[in-house]
Nanobody, 122 residues
Framework: QVQLVESGGGLVQAGGSLRLSCAAS????????MGWYRQAAGKQRELVAT???????NYADSVKGRFTISRDNAKNTEYLQMDSLKPEDTAIYYC????????????????WGQGTQVTVSS
């Protein structure tokens, strides 16, 4: 019904930059909050950043000042600009959409993408 597809991951050296994109498709009327989460090997999934439909953002302390989340409501797409990357940023990054109002007036919670690998070499 609703799908999220991430792109933009890859391998980068420490200090470099990457830009992730997440496109939501399907029977979408609106999306309340979108976000990025990550899961490193052997660790639990953790919040990276979220953004509301109005553009209010929230960041994990570990990425503040280095990562920037943004979204295009008309395209149901969100982005994560990652600068000054560190080896500890290495993880699978997942796109999330919460409170997705569908065109059938249903509500979906916690829709996830398949993830994209980000690897930062030292």
């Amino acid at each position: 019904q609703v799908q999220l597809v991430e792109s933009g991951g890859g391998l980068v050296q420490a200090g470099g930059s990457l830009r992730l994109s997440c496109a939501a498709s399907g029977s979408i009327y609106s999306i309340s909050t979108m976000g990025w989460y990550r899961q490193a090997a052997g660790k639990q999934r953790e919040l990276v950043a979220t953004i509301t439909r109005a553009g209010i953002t929230n960041y994990a302390d570990s990425v503040k000042g280095r990562f920037t989340i943004s979204r295009d409501n008309a395209k149901n797409t969100e982005y994560l600009q990652m600068d000054s990357l560190k080896p500890e940023d290495t993880a699978i990054y997942y796109c999330n959409a919460n409170q997705v109002l569908t065109t059938q007036r249903g509500m979906l919670y916690a829709v996830w993408g398949q993830g994209t690998q980000v690897t930062v070499s030292s």
